[in-house]
């Protein structure tokens, strides 16, 4: 096992919830013949076994940290495994068996990491059995000269003799969620559902975030007295590539456009390039102006299609219809 896989797997392996003594109040899980539970209900006997999981959890944070391989090492089932399914384990996971190597493992670790800590986070401990239980979570490694390291992990426990044990040890990569949100976070105040009003002519536009917040949807529709006369779908998101804000537009009648956003002060100016359904070219600037969190301005300057000038729109005052989600 090289360095970087050790210190991967006792990422997982330190994260476990493990017992260091008996717990608190010593119960019994069997039933009658009548199949009814005794005295003490197996909701108030989970509570109790769960706390002293959960006190195991912090008992086995502290020998990590204290860096004591041998009490490691015997908060395990004589029988342990661990399985690490980390980026360059096998189909099958690498896996080390038995406290003998277990604490072979914990000794070189910290020989070669010092000053590592860890952290970990329980996210759920389920009893399969009243004496078998399962916990999931998340464990970080925290190193003063270099990024942390976070791995999920599963483990089973088994109680022996009142004590909970180590049995079963799984751990995968957590999942890296990739967003561009501090790219987009200046727009945020788009977000919400909003109105422009003038006379028999409505127009709503709905603007969410995606997954992950890496696009915003602009959702809008043109509502010419009672019946909508054009609707369409724009996507605003970080062009990662070209380190800059995109958008493309797509229309009910066929038309598609795209725009780069640029923000000058407190305005935001989008150019845009378009294409018409009938197969001319257009452009345009569009200026968007915050005023306060419930209105903005919106214009659009510089109109071509196919190099004949157009006259620009004026400024109009779209409001806040219903408050972002």
């Not at 539970?37 to 006997?45: E, H």
């Not at 195991?56 to 029988?79: G, T």
């Not at 018409?276 to 102006?289: P, Q």
Request: charged letters at 25%.
């Amino acid at each position: 096992m090289n360095n970087t896989t050790r210190v991967r797997w006792l990422l997982t392996i330190v994260v476990l919830a493990w017992s260091t003594g008996r717990t608190s109040a010593q119960t019994k899980w069997a039933l009658t013949k009548g199949g009814q539970a005794k005295s003490q209900d197996t909701a108030s006997i989970q509570k109790t076994e769960k706390a002293a999981i959960r006190q195991a959890i912090q008992a086995y944070v502290a020998a990590f940290n204290a860096r004591d391989a041998d009490k490691l090492a015997s908060l395990w089932s004589p029988e342990g495994v661990y399985i690490s399914r980390l980026e360059g384990a096998d189909s099958q996971g690498s896996q080390i068996s038995g406290r003998a190597a277990l604490t072979a493992e914990f000794t070189a670790q910290f020989a070669e990491s010092a000053d590592v800590r860890l952290n970990v986070a329980t996210e759920s401990i389920e009893f399969i059995s009243p004496n078998v239980a399962l916990e999931r979570g998340t464990a970080t490694l925290i190193r003063p000269d270099g990024p942390a390291a976070g791995t999920d992990y599963r483990v089973v426990y088994v109680k022996r003799d009142g004590q909970w044990l180590i049995d079963r040890v799984t751990e995968e990569e957590t999942p890296v969620i990739h967003s561009h949100y501090d790219q987009l976070k200046a727009l945020e105040w788009l977000v919400g559902d909003w109105e422009d009003r003038g006379g028999a002519i409505t127009i709503k536009t709905e603007c969410h975030w995606t997954r992950n917040k890496n696009f915003m949807t602009r959702s809008f529709t043109v509502v010419v007295g009672d019946q909508v006369d054009l609707s369409g779908l724009q996507v605003v998101g970080w062009d990662p590539a070209e380190k800059v804000i995109r958008s493309w537009l797509f229309d009910s009648d066929g038309g598609f456009a795209t725009g780069v956003w640029e923000q000058q002060g407190q305005r935001w100016t989008v150019h845009t390039t378009a294409t018409l359904n009938d197969g001319r070219k257009g452009s345009s600037t569009n200026i968007f102006r915050p005023i306060d969190e419930n209105s903005f301005g919106w214009q659009k300057i510089n109109r071509l299609v196919d190099g004949e000038i157009l006259p620009n729109i004026d400024e109009v005052i779209i409001v806040r219809s219903s408050s972002p989600e």
